[in-house]
């Protein structure tokens, strides 16, 4: 009997061991698995911001580059115009891509970003379609809204 007690706590024993080796092993598995999905998580939200952040700055680009088309025309701005002439058919294209363009930061930035475009955008629209004062600059008119969109822009893109 004692011989077979002592055979039943080493079956025991390895019994143990083996359930002990599973659990182990298991444990491995579930923290290796979960490591991978942390990483496939980190992977995949590090893609999605770099691709937000490539449409930011294409957005920006646009509504820079549409917006210095805007100030061309305003420098160019005829002091008698008609619906019918070719400044303000090129204008009007030109002024309805940059409110598009400027609808699209409010999409796609914070709000002070959008905001700061919007106060350059109805700077810019008031001196196209209604000049300014003689001996005012659409420069310096502009400068001070331009520059803090692109302040806020900047502060947003990092």
């Given at each position: 009997m004692?011989?077979m007690?002592?055979?039943?706590?080493?079956?025991?024993?390895?019994?143990g061991?083996?359930?002990?080796?599973?659990?182990?092993?298991?444990?491995?598995?579930f923290?290796?698995?979960?490591?991978?999905?942390?990483?496939?998580?980190?992977r995949?939200?590090?893609e999605?911001?770099?691709?937000?952040?490539?449409e930011r700055?294409a957005?920006?680009?646009?509504?820079?580059?549409?917006?210095?088309?805007?100030?061309r025309?305003?420098?160019?701005r005829?002091?008698?115009?008609?619906?019918?002439?070719?400044?303000?058919?090129?204008t009007?294209d030109?002024?309805?891509?940059?409110?598009?363009?400027?609808?699209l930061?409010r999409?796609?930035?914070?709000l002070?970003?959008?905001?700061?475009?919007r106060?350059?955008?109805?700077?810019?629209?008031?001196?196209?379609?209604?000049g300014?004062?003689?001996?005012?600059?659409?420069?310096?008119?502009?400068?001070?809204n331009?520059?803090a969109?692109?302040?806020?822009?900047?502060?947003?893109?990092?």
């Open positions: 004692v011989a007690s002592g055979q039943v706590w080493v079956s025991l024993i390895s019994l061991g083996v359930a002990l080796g599973g659990v182990l092993s298991f444990l491995v598995q923290a290796t698995q979960r490591s991978a999905e942390r990483t496939e998580q980190r995949q939200q590090t999605l911001s770099e691709a937000r952040r490539a700055l957005l920006l680009e646009r509504f820079v580059e549409v917006g210095a088309e805007a100030e025309a305003a420098f160019s005829p002091h008698e115009w008609d619906d019918t002439s070719a400044w303000f058919l090129t009007q030109a002024m309805n891509r940059l409110w598009v363009a400027e609808r930061i999409i796609q930035f914070p002070p970003v959008h905001d700061a475009a106060k350059y955008f109805l700077d810019l629209n008031r001196t196209v379609w209604d300014l004062p003689d001996g005012e600059s659409v420069r310096d008119y502009l400068e001070d331009r520059l969109f692109l302040d806020a822009a900047r502060a947003v893109m990092g």
